[in-house]
Nanobody, 134 residues
Framework: QLQFVESGGALVQPGGSLRLSCAAS????????IGWFRQAPGKEREGVSC??????????NYAHSAKGRFTISRDSAKNTVYLQMNNLRPEDTANYYC?????????????????????????WGQGTQVTVSS
């Protein structure tokens, strides 16, 4: 069964950067559309970013809050998907997860609400904690 393992979370000051990793053994991640999600205490789970399969071009999309600051990418050799997060803000504090999604939509669609309704929760991992605080 596909299950992801996330890593890379840490405590970072506002304006800082982190790179989160998403890995899964036994599966080729190039063939899986993947989304990044986050959930803060007391808040709903929200979509952050997604990347389509390599065969469909590896297109990416971002929630409005992530555009211009976060970058999702694949490293096929390492079978890993990354989320590079720059210029972090206190409101980015959350547990971050990656999971398989139905697809990564193109265009101006708000992923914050879209992705959580198109996710395979059986692939959900334990997440990695990101805390942005001075």
């Amino acid at each position: 069964q596909l299950q992801f393992v996330e890593s890379g979370g840490a405590l970072v000051q506002p304006g800082g950067s982190l790179r989160l990793s998403c890995a899964a053994s036994g599966f080729t991640l190039d063939d899986i559309p993947i989304g990044w999600f986050r959930q803060a205490p007391g808040k709903e789970r929200e979509g952050v970013s997604c990347i389509s399969t390599r065969s469909t071009g590896g297109t990416t999309n971002y929630a409005h809050s992530a555009k211009g600051r976060f970058t999702i990418s694949r490293d096929s050799a390492k079978n890993t998907v990354y989320l590079q997060m720059n210029n972090l803000r206190p409101e980015d504090t959350a547990n971050y997860y990656c999971a398989r999604v139905d697809l990564c939509p193109r265009g101006r669609i708000e992923l914050k609400e879209y992705l959580p309704t198109h996710v395979d929760f059986t692939s959900w991992g334990q997440g990695t904690q990101v805390t942005v605080s001075s």
